[in-house]
Nanobody, 116 residues
Framework: QVQLVESGGGLVQPGGSLTLSCAGS????????IGWFRQAPGKEREGVAC????????YYSDSVKGRSTISRDNTKRTVYLQMTNLKPEDTGVYYC?????????WGQGTQVTVSS
């Protein structure tokens, strides 16, 4: 089962940018579809973006569409989420999730805080 480690979170001002990274372990990482989810305080976890394993097709939630780009570098076993024009409502813990058939895995999360 793949293990995931997120990084790149932090404190950023509204309008700023961040790039989150999700590093995976194991030779099978490239077979997994990877998704980014976030959980704001007091709210349920929601999916924001995902990228397939086969052709790197992407999906974005309406909340981040046009402001975010998900990409993967299979040589580095890493998936990135570039976020621009960040808003206070983007604040939360961001998790990456891997899925391949019945195998799934979550990372431990990285905190993103958008505040002036």
């Amino acid at each position: 089962q793949v293990q995931l480690v997120e990084s790149g979170g932090g404190l950023v001002q509204p309008g700023g940018s961040l790039t989150l990274s999700c590093a995976g372990s194991g030779d099978s990482f490239n077979y997994y579809a990877i998704g980014w989810f976030r959980q704001a305080p007091g709210k349920e976890r929601e999916g924001v973006a995902c990228i397939s394993a086969i052709d790197s097709s992407t999906y974005y939630s309406d909340s981040v569409k046009g402001r975010s780009t998900i990409s993967r570098d299979n040589t580095k076993r890493t998936v990135y989420l570039q976020m621009t024009n960040l808003k206070p409502e983007d604040t939360g813990v961001y998790y990456c999730h891997a899925a391949w058939g019945t195998e799934t895995s979550w990372g431990q999360g990285t905190q993103v805080t958008v505040s002036s």
